[in-house]
């Protein structure tokens, strides 16, 4: 499933008890499925965003049962799948309109959205403008009330690229590794006042993307050279310059030719777990 949502009024991706969540809503409304089929308690996602942060390009699965008998509502092919299109249209019909289901279809043996992926795309806006932010873009763009240079982040940016352990801008868990290989990081000025940079990697571990722009945004403003984000790399000690949840979006995540899918899944679940 290719899954699309704002994440301003959102406790993140992750269910969690009380809170209003993206994979909560999701997974009340797969619930609500044709009678005779059936889903698990919990879906995957390719990668488990925080609260306020946006995606335009998540991918999720979920294992289903077929139906063992035809719907009188849905198309339903002999092998017991429904239409998915018109399933489609039927969990966006209960979900709020800050979230929505792009497109479903029947994945190739071996996919994990998780697991099999093998790099993720992200985005983070900010503006520098003087007097802020567009009022129709404040929800996914932070206000950074000093001129930027993207020279100066860029040329910083090039020193962080490559397999590195990035411990230093990573919020630590108990498990799991902060190696990764960071395959794009690069700032462009698209508007008079408005900033992107574009942000890909293999994987990202928790808060890496946030971390990143925190940093660089501090050389763009020239309150730091631009050789100090390689040296917080190389100290491993975590830097509290950390960007806002609101700027970032999750742009879309790419998978191997299906061939490969479940040898990449088995790969990813022994090198790193978890994966964000």
Known sequence: MDVSYDGTDFSGWARQPGRRTVQALLEEA????????????????????????????????????????PSDRIPVS??????????TGRWNRLLPGDVRVLGARVAPEGF??????????????????????????RNDTLAW???????????????????????????????????RELQRLEWERVDEH????RVS??????????????VLL????GRRTDGWPAKVLESGIRDSAVAPAHGLTL??????????????????????TPMT
């Open 218 to 221: 501090l050389v763009g403003d």
């Open 30 to 69: 797969l619930q609500r499925q044709p009678p005779g089929a059936s889903v698990p308690k919990s879906v995957v996602v390719a990668g488990r965003t925080d609260a306020g942060v946006h995606a335009t390009g998540q991918v999720v699965h979920v294992d289903v049962v077929p139906l063992s008998e």
């Open 251 to 272: 742009l879309g995540v790419d998978y191997p030719p299906d061939a490969e899918l479940a040898a990449r899944a088995e790969q990813t679940r022994n090198v790193r």
């Open 201 to 214: 990697a293999d994987a990202f571990c928790h808060s890496m993307v946030r971390s990143l722009v925190g």
């Open 145 to 179: 009330n000093r001129p930027l240079s993207t020279d100066a982040m860029n040329a910083a940016a090039a020193e962080l690229l490559g397999l590195h352990d990035f411990a230093a801008y990573c919020k630590q868990r108990d498990t799991g590794t902060t190696i």
């Open 112 to 137: 994990d959205a998780r697991f099999s992926a093998i790099r993720r795309h992200y985005r983070y806006r900010v503006s520098d403008a003087p007097w802020g932010v567009d009022p129709l873009r």
């Open 194 to 197: 408005l900033l992107e940079v």
């Open 78 to 87: 002999p092998d017991g799948i429904p239409d998915l299109g018109r399933m």
